[in-house]
């Protein structure tokens, strides 16, 4: 475990160092969701039957998730670019852990996301979100949502892993998008049509999103929805549960085989 941890403690600093060296990435990745809470919050928000501020209160926790959402598609981008790029196949010659490699890009990752996850509270803030909940469970909020995160990047890293192709990643990466729409993150899911609404209340989106606006306080729970939607934190946590079961080993697997 000790070597475990070095060699995924060096890995980490490699990620970090690669983030900081790609500047026009964070910019993107932090300057996206604000301008999309200002879009959504004040030209979207109109068309709705909330007003102003009780949906800019609705969107904040789900665009949150929507965001941690995301690592799929950058934990898919840069795995597939080391991989395309043969540097996954020169880490597999050093005597170091399977392990290190993908842990180190995931810690990375979930670092960068509760940084940036600053600014876009901030916003919320400015433009009339309030935590109305209590500290324990805004702190709780904020544990679920880097939870998630986690989760969804080791989905991206055994894809782009899979892939091994950076234009292939980024293509596929970008249909990520449409998940959040197909979920209660920008708007309720009590209108949708029937079969439509069956599938946003089982997408882990709206679980977490829903979980978000109970642990800040910002909306009931829905009480007639699927179970996950209905119990949003131990839905939230079986999802994300469920999620790092299945694909953290897969990825792990992924990288030590390679191409065979």
């Not at 604000?34 to 800019?56: C, I």
């Not at 960068?112 to 009339?128: D, I, K, Q, S």
Request: contains cysteine; hydrophobic residues 55%.
């Amino acid at each position: 475990m000790s070597g475990l941890a070095y060699d995924g403690t060096a890995m980490l600093g490699r990620q970090l160092r690669r983030m900081r060296n790609n500047p026009g990435l964070l910019i993107l990745t932090q300057t996206m969701p604000v301008t999309m809470l200002l879009f959504f919050g004040y030209v979207f928000g109109s068309a709705l039957a909330m007003p102003g501020p009780e949906y800019r209160s609705f969107l904040v926790p789900g665009l949150l998730v929507a965001t941690a959402a995301n690592g799929i598609m950058t934990g898919m981008f840069q795995a597939a670019q080391d991989t395309h790029r043969g540097v996954m196949d020169r880490f597999r010659t050093l005597p170091m852990s399977r392990a290190a490699v993908p842990l180190g890009q995931a810690a990375a990752d979930v670092l960068v996301t509760a940084a940036g996850t600053v600014p876009l509270l901030l916003v919320g803030l400015a433009v009339g979100w309030r935590i109305e909940g209590s500290a324990a469970g805004a702190a709780g909020a904020v544990g679920l949502l880097l939870l998630f995160r986690a989760a969804m990047t080791w989905i991206g890293i055994f894809l782009g892993l899979l892939t091994r192709n950076e234009e292939a990643a980024g293509q596929l990466g970008g249909a990520t998008f449409l998940l959040p729409l197909l979920s209660n993150a920008y708007i309720p899911a009590d209108g949708l049509p029937g079969w439509l609404r069956t599938v946003a209340e089982w997408n882990p989106i709206s679980a977490v999103s829903t979980a978000l606006r109970d642990l800040f306080g910002n909306a009931p729970v829905p009480g007639s929805a699927a179970w996950p939607v209905a119990h949003p934190v131990a839905g939230s946590l079986a999802w994300c549960l469920v999620l790092l079961a299945v694909f953290l080993p897969l990825a792990v697997r992924q990288y030590a085989h390679g191409r065979h």
